[in-house]
Structures are given as C-alpha cells and as structure tokens.
C-alpha cells in the first residue's frame, strides 16, 4: 500500500507518499482501507520533533474512515466491507475519568491513517456516520471527541451559561462552538482573524474578539455585563491561559486541552483562589467520549467544518497549511 512515512524531523513539506508492505491483522484488530483521513495539530508537532516519545518510521495521522478490508483472530461483529469510523483513543482502559497505563493514540506509536490502510483494535471501530461525506466524517474522531469531552464531559456546559472558546480557526475549537451551541449554552469566540470571527457567527458564536487587534479579556467581560464567561475552553495555553483566568467571572471554571502557544509564562495565582476558579485538565477522551460525541453528528444532526481537502499524495503540504494557521476547521485527506 501507499502511506506518508515519517523518517526523520523536518519541516513537513519534505514528507513524501511510498510503498510500504499492507498491514495484517492481529488477534482481536481489523485492517481498515481507508476512504478519508483528518489532520490534527499532534501530526504537525510530531514532524517537527515537538512530541514525547517519537520513533522512526512511523505512518502518521489519527482521523479516518473506511471499509473493513480484514479481520484478525478472535473479531466478531464486524465484516469486511462494513464502512467503520476509528476510535483514536487506544486501550483507554475502564476508567472513565482517566486513561489506563497502556492509553496510546493512533499515529505514534502504532501507525496511523495517512495510509490507503490501517490496522487498529476491532473495538476501536463504530459504523460510519450517515449524511456526511468521507471527508466530513474523518474530520471527527480525535478533535470531536476531544472537545466534546472538554465541553460536556470536563466542562459540564449547562444551557444558557456564557463559554468561551479561544483561537476559533482551530479544529478543536469548532467542534467546541458546535457542541456548546447544541448545549444551549451562549457562545463567544476569540481568534487572529476577522474572518475567522465572522465565519464563527454564521455557525452560531454570539461574539468574537480579535486577540491581535483588541484586548479580548475586556471585551469578553464587557459581552458578558462585566462578570466575564462561565466556562473557557483553551487550546492555546501559554499567556492565553492566564489571561483566560483574569476573563472568567467569579466561580467560573476552564477547561485546558492543548498548549499550541507553549508554557504558560506567568499565572497569577491569587486570580485563581480569590475568584473561586476551577481548572479541567482534559485528554482525548474515552469511549463513552466517542460514543457521545457521534451521536450529535450526521443525519439531521451537526456537520462538522471541513476547511480544506488535499489528495493523500499531498499530506505535507497540507500540514504546511496547518502550521500557517491559516485554516477554518479541520483539513482533511482524500483517499483513492
Ligand atoms: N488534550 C488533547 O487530547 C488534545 C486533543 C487535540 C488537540 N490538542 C492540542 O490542542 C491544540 C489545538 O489543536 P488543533 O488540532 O485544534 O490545532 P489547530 O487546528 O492547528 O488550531 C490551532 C489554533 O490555535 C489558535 N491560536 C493560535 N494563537 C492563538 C492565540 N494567541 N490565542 C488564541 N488562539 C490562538 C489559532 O486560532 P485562530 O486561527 O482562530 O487565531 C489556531 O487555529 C494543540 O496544541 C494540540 O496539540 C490536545
């Protein structure tokens, strides 16, 4: 089969398609041909060497869907042809609060969806959404599930509470606008992009500050009758996430999901005990996570925000696209 090997640190420009051997099932795995797949920000960190525990070669990616092309010993329930969406969350483990010792994420260390196959866990395997096209459906798994969990599961979203999300051009971030939506909750936005704001708005976001234009925390307490948002949803960290401390009201809480900035250069502290905060560390999800998440989307439910498709071929360019943050949504890949 074809796939995007990883072979050593570098812009991802220089990625390249080649002919690797097809993967075989195992004991309890299926062998996924793969229609779609979704970038995420982990791919464009592991290229670039900002990621724990890298190894060479590694097929990247952790969004896809397809057809069960195989099935290994011991799989019941599932049939080749089925069309199957993938659970990137490996061995999660029982507790749903938190992953077991043995949780990995498809696409380092296992090999991923940049690929014309993947082999993965029978139980990571759902059937496909309907009403969305392949793209649209590889879009959700990592970035869907993950800002579901931050918004629902973390975050405990109530109708009619203010959240923020921050930097709303990011995949995570949409999702995160969507599902809070859904929740009834009332929706402000921040992002480097006008057009990004305004884009936001037409997916229900009741305001949107630009962080490069204006001083967003003002303008999120003077959306919210000076008290500031409920709830934020950060992705961002670094001085994002202390400013995020100053904006929230009194009692309000955060929810952190990601670090793009790097580390937080300063937290005031005495923010955090004088206003009664709470801070929700949150990681991909498990697999009620999943579970949840889909059940919002496809048929006459929401479609998540595809920025961009690019052929297989084309996957560094792609994540040359990412790294400009120049995308709304998610990019996706399309898959002979
Ligand atoms: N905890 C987990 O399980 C988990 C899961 C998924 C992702 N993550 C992490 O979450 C982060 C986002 O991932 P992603 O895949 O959604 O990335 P992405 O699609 O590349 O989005 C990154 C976004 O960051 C925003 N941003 C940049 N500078 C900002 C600033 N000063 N203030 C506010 N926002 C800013 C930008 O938003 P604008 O373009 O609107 O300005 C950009 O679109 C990454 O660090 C990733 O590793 C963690």
């Known amino acids: 089969m074809k796939a995007i090997v990883l072979r050593t640190i570098g812009e991802p420009e220089t990625l390249r398609l080649e002919d690797v051997p097809d993967p075989v099932p195992t004991a309890g795995q299926v062998v996924v041909r793969l229609r779609a797949a979704a970038l995420n920000h982990r791919d464009l960190f592991i290229c670039r060497g900002q ?31 089925d069309a199957v969406i993938i659970n990137p969350s490996l061995d999660w483990g029982d507790d749903l609060r938190i992953e077991g010792s043995e949780f990995r994420i ?147 809480r955060v929810v952190t999901y990601g670090g793009t900035l790097g580390p937080v250069p300063e937290l005031v502290v005495r923010r955090v005990f004088w206003k009664q905060l709470d801070i929700h560390g949150t990681k991909m999800g498990s697999p009620e996570d999943f579970r949840g998440m889909l059940a919002l989307f496809g048929e006459k439910g929401l479609r998540p925000v595809v920025d961009r498709v690019f052929p297989l071929a084309e996957a560094g360019q792609a994540l040359a696209h990412m790294a400009q943050r120049s995308q709304f949504g998610k990019i996706a890949l399309r898959i002979a």
């Open 51 to 81: 990621y724990a525990g890298i190894r060479f070669p590694t097929i990247l990616g952790s969004d896809g869907v397809g057809e069960i092309a195989g099935v290994g010993p011991g799989v019941t329930g599932v049939r080749p042809g």
């Open 106 to 252: 498809l696409g380092l260390p296992d090999n991923g969806t940049f690929a014309e196959m993947v082999a993965v866990p029978a139980e990571n395997v759902s059937p496909c959404p309907q009403g969305l096209s392949a793209e649209e459906a590889a879009a959700l798994p990592l970035a869907g599930m993950t800002a579901y969990r931050a918004v629902a599961t973390r975050g405990r979203v109530q109708r009619g509470e203010t959240v923020l999300v921050t930097g709303i051009g990011g995949g995570v971030a949409t999702f995160a606008l969507l599902i809070a939506r859904h929740a009834g909750a009332r929706v402000l936005v921040t992002s480097g992009s006008d057009a990004k704001l305004e884009r936001a708005r037409a997916l229900g976001a009741e305001g949107g500050f630009n962080y490069q234009t204006s001083d967003w925390v003002k303008a999120a307490k003077a959306a919210t009758g000076g008290a500031g948002p409920d709830l934020i949803i950060d992705g961002a960290g670094g001085a994002v996430f202390d400013q995020a401390m100053d904006a929230l009201r009194p009692g309000g």
